[in-house]
């Protein structure tokens, strides 16, 4: 032990930071698989057929499925979700019920992003008119559920929102409708349909990771080296013996 003196303080340090950075790289290397099984999955069920609105009520897990749909969209009831960055400039996604002939649900359909470069003036948009056959996909938000906020309920329409929880809009307009979201693909009656599937890559997990991992061995390398000089230097002391 007399090679190796780092000291009481330096080790306390070490001791309280090394497991917390090591913690931290191995969660974004598990955040990294986590987004790759997403990835997979989405990329699966893009290419799979779409089910019904009925069949997509059975099922438990309904994230990215496909879902065909046939109907009209309500223009006088929409909303506006806020706060949405496209290539730097903000704007909204337009959010329209829907109702689907075949359930006899209305659906809240995500018709994409639109651009809103002047915050006095509510952004325009048309709705397609007459009964349409659409394709789109169940969105699950992660984390906390989509809610409502206050001020919702003021009067006019479109209603501009941050976040939105479906189930609360067919309680407001007193219609039976799927409690989920639904985002179109890409055709006549969207506007920019390009949502991420994650909002970080896995390559950008796996390069937090390595820089966890190497904070964590500089600190290591530090404590050691630290060690090893204190040790060095004790063993180079002059003794002072009474003569």
């Known amino acids: 032990m007399s090679a190796f003196r780092p000291g009481l303080l330096p080790s306390l340090v070490v001791m309280a930071l090394l497991p917390l950075l090591l913690g931290l790289g191995l969660w974004q290397l598990t955040r990294a698989e986590e987004k790759r099984a997403l990835l997979a999955m989405h990329e699966s069920r893009r290419l799979a057929e779409p089910v019904t609105v009925a069949q997509l009520q059975r099922r438990q897990d309904r994230a990215y499925v496909r879902v065909r749909l046939h109907g ?3 223009a006088e009831h929409g909303l506006l979700l806020d706060n ?3 290539g730097g400039r903000a704007g909204v996604e337009v959010l329209q019920p829907f109702y689907d002939q075949a359930s006899g649900l209305w659906l809240l359909l995500n018709r994409g992003w639109r651009p809103w470069p002047d915050r006095r003036v509510v952004p325009a948009f048309t709705t ?3 009964a349409l056959s659409l394709t789109a996909w ?3 938000p992660p984390g ?3 809610q409502l906020p206050r001020g919702a309920d003021a009067p006019g329409w479109p209603r501009l929102v941050t976040t939105v929880e479906p189930a609360a ?5 007193g219609r039976a409708g799927l409690p989920q979201e639904l985002r179109l693909e890409a055709g006549p009656a969207t506007f920019q349909a390009d949502w ?3 909002a970080m890559s896995p390559d950008k997990h796996l390069g937090y990771a390595v820089q966890w991992f190497a ?3 500089a600190l290591l390398g530090l404590f050691i080296y630290l060690g090893l000089h204190n040790a060095r230097e004790t063993r180079h002391e002059p003794s002072h013996r009474p003569a």
């Not at 809009?169 to 307009?173: G, P, Q, V």
């Open 215 to 217: 904070l964590a061995a």
């Open 144 to 146: 906390e559920p989509f």
């Open 84 to 86: 949405r960055i496209r």
């Open 128 to 130: 397609p008119e007459g």
């Open 169 to 173: 809009l067919w309680r407001h307009l």
């Open 196 to 198: 991420p599937v994650v």
């Open 138 to 140: 169940a969105y699950v």
């Open 72 to 74: 009209r969209f309500d």
